[in-house]
């Protein structure tokens, strides 16, 4: 039978050939396996992700990624479009992470949940593969990205500019702020239950604290 996934490595990233023809359950399960059993040879490089072989919505996109999380060492980072040139893709994809990040506002990478009332504090952009439980906070001087759950609290533009964000992949926290604009949400967080997810970014327009559906020309716009 053929391989559920089909894994392509690369100098600067990872390509999945996905079957169409297995169950969406059955390719976790394999990928799950293969990432396992290559733990130690893909270490713990920063990677851009290709998928090709089938069509996938976001909800299945952040499955696979927590898959390869949960099995692996490896940061990834951003997932791209398939494209003839393979290997330059992924470089550009790098590139335009690497730049987002200036040497100004060096960015960094936290691996983990933040649970039972931690409290992440850092003084440069940070992007944290996991959620933000109820409870617990992340502090930024500059921008937040969340690659998960945001249910807890998040501040951001604690240099006192305004011209930051908080951008998560499920956008439900208790509280928000940039700068000095706050936003408090009227619902609880249900982060026990998977909401649809929905990329949201929050920012301040028009001298308010909005949260927005994320576009790649909103993000651009930082």
């Known amino acids: 039978m053929k391989d559920a996934v089909v894994i392509k490595s690369y100098h600067n990233g990872i390509s999945l050939l996905l079957n169409p023809e297995v169950s969406f359950e059955e390719l976790l399960s394999e990928l799950a396996f293969k990432f396992t059993e290559s733990k130690n040879f893909f270490g ?14 976001n909800a299945e ?4 990624i927590e898959t390869i999380r949960q099995c692996s060492n490896l940061n ?10 393979t290997e330059q893709h992924f470089i550009k994809a790098l590139e335009k992470v690497d730049r987002h990040f200036s040497h100004e506002d060096a ?6 949940t933040l649970k039972n009332n931690q409290v992440l504090e850092t003084e440069s952009s940070i992007v944290i593969l996991g959620d933000v439980y109820p409870g617990s906070a992340v502090i930024s001087a ?11 609290e998040a501040y951001a533009g604690g240099n ?5 964000y908080v951008v998560a992949l499920e956008m439900a926290p208790e509280r928000l702020k940039i700068g000095d604009f706050k936003y ?39």
Not at 76 to 85: A, F, H, N, R, T
């Open 61 to 64: 996109q952040l499955q696979i």
């Open 160 to 164: 006192g500019e305004v011209d930051h």
């Open 184 to 222: 408090k949400s009227s619902k609880p967080a249900k982060w026990g239950i998977k909401p649809k997810v929905q990329p949201q970014i929050a920012y301040i327009k028009n001298d308010r604290l909005v949260l927005e559906s994320l576009t790649k020309e909103l993000l651009s716009a930082f």
């Open 142 to 152: 500059h921008n937040i990205i969340v690659l998960g759950g945001l249910y807890g």
């Open 44 to 57: 713990d490089a920063k990677m851009a992700l290709s998928v090709e072989g089938r069509p996938l919505s």
């Open 76 to 85: 990834i980072i951003c997932i791209v479009g398939k494209d003839e040139e």
């Open 107 to 112: 960015g960094q990478f936290y691996k983990g």
